[in-house]
């Protein structure tokens, strides 16, 4: 997905330009701290205690020009407007966090104003389409159908969260004034795979084949996830 997120970057921005970037629900701060390391101005905002002192220990180790470019907020995502004014970004991420988000409607508003007019809105979310994939590979046969009539399912962590389907983002987006522009499907191939697997001999070749397939239809539409880029008009 980092590779997707570049190309939309390198697509749509001058070479070189600093980019201000938000990412909302940032985690441990894995995608922030490496478009910081790029150059790039980053605000992470995190709800989560102990994510944040993760990301914050992780910044500590870093050199002093990258500590200079990253801060981090605890806040909740949809309290945006609290913490920024709008327009005050070249790019937005909300990467892995819809799916947690009851409406999450009114989060993709506030996320769209603060985007800079030709701003970027990368979203990262379980693909609604393809539910039934999972339980389906696995032999779960009754839980593989129940899935084909729902947008709800029991995570890897054992919580009760929703999926989004790719035609309702793409009207959402529309909505909100920043259209879908190019989207992706994120593990085609690998969902299935254990937690804490052994990385194979062969990841470069595997890493080839999962981004082909995420750009490849129909290969991308049952993905286990679904990466979308909007852009601010």
Known sequence: MARQLDEQIVG?????????????????????????????QVTGLEQDATMVAVARESLAGEPEGIRERMRI?????????????????????CHGVLMYVEEPDPLLAGLARMLAPGGLLSLLVRNGDAL???????????????????????NRL??????????????TLAGIGAPLHA???????????????????????LLAVEEKAGRTDPYRGVAALLHLCGVRG
């Open 12 to 40: 749509r921005f001058p070479v070189g330009r600093r980019l201000r970037v938000l990412d909302v629900g940032m985690g441990q701060g894995t995608q922030a701290l490496r478009l910081a390391r790029a150059g790039h």
């Open 73 to 93: 907020i605890e806040g909740d995502g949809r309290d945006t407007g609290v913490h920024f004014l709008p327009g005050s970004f070249d790019v937005v991420l």
């Open 132 to 154: 039934a994939i999972r339980p389906g590979l696995s032999g779960d046969w009754s839980g593989a159908l129940a899935a084909f009539d729902t947008v709800s399912y029991r």
């Open 158 to 171: 054992g919580l009760d969260v929703r999926a989004d389907r790719l035609k309702d983002l793409t009207s």
């Open 183 to 205: 989207w992706y499907g994120v593990r085609v191939f690998t969902d299935t795979a254990a937690d804490g697997a052994e990385v194979p001999d062969d990841v470069e070749t």
